[in-house]
């Protein structure tokens, strides 16, 4: 799941990239809101998490730009104005969601994981194609009832491909949602990661469309 982070404090924006992260977000961070409306423009995120007191122009006022614009990505408006008269605004203008600062990093990573379940086709945290399990709020993966350890990028791959289950997504799909921007990715990185999950699941789980990129079946 690809995060747009809009925050003008580097130091809380590097803590929220490394804490998302270990959740199995992918965060891509911009300190003002006219990159944020740039970074929109040019690739539309899963979320976006928009900090209000930017250093340019105000987070209501990039709400309501893209909201104009005619986005629907999801917005979880994080800010120090916590006073209700603030969040109503906020709201009025288009946020699907409103954090107050200071915040818990895990209340944020489940509100991010409502917002998930809700671009999903799953109404559950739980996803099986065949004897597949995987939950994505215990971040597990059982197979035929066995549990299955992952190390991060290749479960943020398996469950990208489960969450598109019947789907042919490309490489550079893929890629997107497994590194952020900046972020060195080798030639075959995606290839390795492929070649380690089959080697975990039930054969033939992951097919390879050539010269598309991967899929897995319909549940």
Do not use: C
């Not at 215990?138 to 991060?152: D, F, S, Y």
């Not at 791959?157 to 921007?181: C, D, F, I, N």
């Not at 990185?189 to 990129?213: D, M, N, S, Y």
């Amino acid at each position: 799941m690809h995060i747009l982070l809009v925050e003008d404090d580097d130091s809380l924006a590097a803590g929220l990239k490394q804490a998302l992260g270990h959740e199995g977000f992918v965060v891509n961070h911009v300190a003002t809101g006219k990159l944020a409306l740039a970074a929109v423009a040019a690739e539309l995120p899963d979320i976006i998490v928009l900090d209000l007191g930017l250093p340019d122009i105000d987070g209501l006022e990039v709400l309501s730009q893209l909201r104009s614009s005619g986005i629907r990505t999801p917005v979880l408006v994080l800010t120090a104005r916590g006073e209700l008269d603030d969040r109503i605004t906020g709201l009025d203008r288009g946020a699907d969601d409103y954090l107050p600062k200071p915040f818990d990093i895990q209340e944020l990573a489940a509100r991010l994981r409502v917002f998930e379940r809700r671009l999903s086709t799953s109404a559950s945290s739980t996803i099986r194609i065949g004897d597949v399990e995987l939950d994505t709020a215990a971040h597990a993966v059982n197979v035929a009832g066995v549990p299955v350890e992952m190390p991060r990028r290749e479960y943020m791959l398996l469950k990208t491909l489960m969450e598109s289950a019947g789907k042919v997504l490309t490489r550079e799909a893929l890629e997107a949602r497994l590194y952020s921007w900046g972020e060195e990715v080798s030639s075959n990185a995606l290839e390795v990661h492929i070649h380690h999950l089959r080697k975990k699941l039930p054969e033939k789980l992951i097919k390879t469309v050539r010269g598309i990129g991967y899929t897995v079946p319909a549940a």
